[in-house]
């Protein structure tokens, strides 16, 4: 199990209903500030050097394209994309001793 911690900020507007045609459609875009991963052996932290965001749009409602970098002792996460392609767009750069034989 891991777990997930962020500070955000910033305004979503929902409009719609799950019984309206079109659904529940929020617009408005959610900044992260700050936060941290803890994983099994690793802890990684939001980067201070990178604007870290989720934007829900009119043609992708439950769909926000995501940006988000994690640092950790040796290893930088990044996610760039719709959140639905997640799998896609993960990228994962190991560094530092730990990334010898990798």
Not at 77 to 102: C, F, H, N, Q
Request: charged letters at 20%; aromatic letters at 6%.
């Amino acid at each position: 199990p891991f777990v997930l911690n962020f500070g955000a900020r910033g305004e979503v507007v929902v409009n719609g209903g799950e019984h309206l045609p079109g659904g529940i459609r929020p617009t408005g875009t959610i900044l992260f500030d700050n936060g941290d991963v803890n994983l099994l052996a690793t802890q990684v932290r939001l980067a201070h050097d990178h604007i870290h965001f989720a934007a829900f749009d009119d043609d992708h409602p439950l769909d926000p394209l995501v940006d988000v970098r994690l640092v950790g002792p040796d290893l930088l996460v990044s996610l760039a994309g719709r959140a639905s392609e997640w799998k896609d767009m993960l990228r994962i750069r190991r560094y530092g001793p730990a990334a010898v034989g990798t």
